[in-house]
């Protein structure tokens, strides 16, 4: 089944310490995503990756990193986590191709940073 | 510059009366557009995407999406809601052409359908 796997699905962590929220698709989509969502300003940008080694920032880049080592894995790092990341965090991934696909999401990822 | 503004934040409306969830778009270029539907606490599924073919698009669960170039909106439609359909919306533009940031994402729309 074609499909983009975040994992874990919940997280709840303390301000500082450093995580990592993996993506895995396995479509070979060229071009990974990712969103966080927050109530009234729905999906923002996070960070994209149009290849292997190729990322680039989104909108709302400060606190983040990513690596895209393998097509179809683009795992999320926040090296010091703080309140303000608390968020439900989505990855996609798309066919730089076939573009007009739109997205595949994956099921989301729930962080709180207390 | 590219995006999309959904019109209304909320939409209420009684099971069995159409829906209406108006988008509309800005683009340089012939942008592919898509809604997407996210159901409480589930990830986003594709509703339905128009990709210069036809101008009126059919999607999933009777919905339908109408291109209007001359008035750049993609407004999404079904005749008769149903509970199963409150949800959020997200309408979303994609230009291909434009490097970088490819999906434009509006902020949603709350759909509330009452019994």
């Not at chain 2, 592919?32 to 409480?40: G, R």
């Not at chain 2, 339908?64 to 409150?86: C, G, Q």
Request: proline fraction near 5%; hydrophobic fraction near 30%; include cysteine.
């Amino acid at each position: 089944e074609a499909q983009v796997t975040q994992n874990p699905r919940y997280l709840i962590t303390v301000t500082g310490k450093k995580l990592t929220v993996t993506c895995s698709q396995n479509m070979n989509h060229e071009y990974m995503s990712w969103y966080r969502q927050d109530p009234g300003l729905g999906l923002r940008q996070i960070y994209y990756s149009m290849n292997v080694e190729v990322t680039d920032k989104g909108d709302v880049p400060e606190g983040y990193k990513v690596s895209r080592k393998e097509k179809r894995n683009f795992p999320l790092i926040l090296e010091s986590p703080s309140p303000n990341q608390t968020s439900l965090y989505f990855c996609a991934s798309s066919s730089l191709v076939g573009y007009s696909y739109g997205y595949t999401f994956g099921s989301g990822t729930r962080l709180t940073v207390v | 510059a590219q995006s999309v503004t959904q019109l209304d934040s909320h939409v209420s409306v009684s099971e069995g009366t159409p829906v209406l969830l108006r988008c509309n778009y800005s683009s340089s270029y012939s942008p592919s557009l898509f809604w997407y539907v996210q159901h409480p606490n589930k990830g986003l599924q594709l509703l339905l995407k128009y990709t210069s073919a036809a101008t009126l698009v059919k999607g999933i669960n009777g919905f339908e999406a109408e291109f209007k170039k001359s008035e750049t909106s993609f407004h999404l439609t079904k005749p008769s809601a149903h509970m199963s359909d409150a949800a959020e919306y997200f309408c979303v533009v994609s230009e291909m052409e434009i490097p970088g940031n490819q999906f434009y994402f509006g902020t949603g729309t709350s759909l509330t359908v009452i019994p």
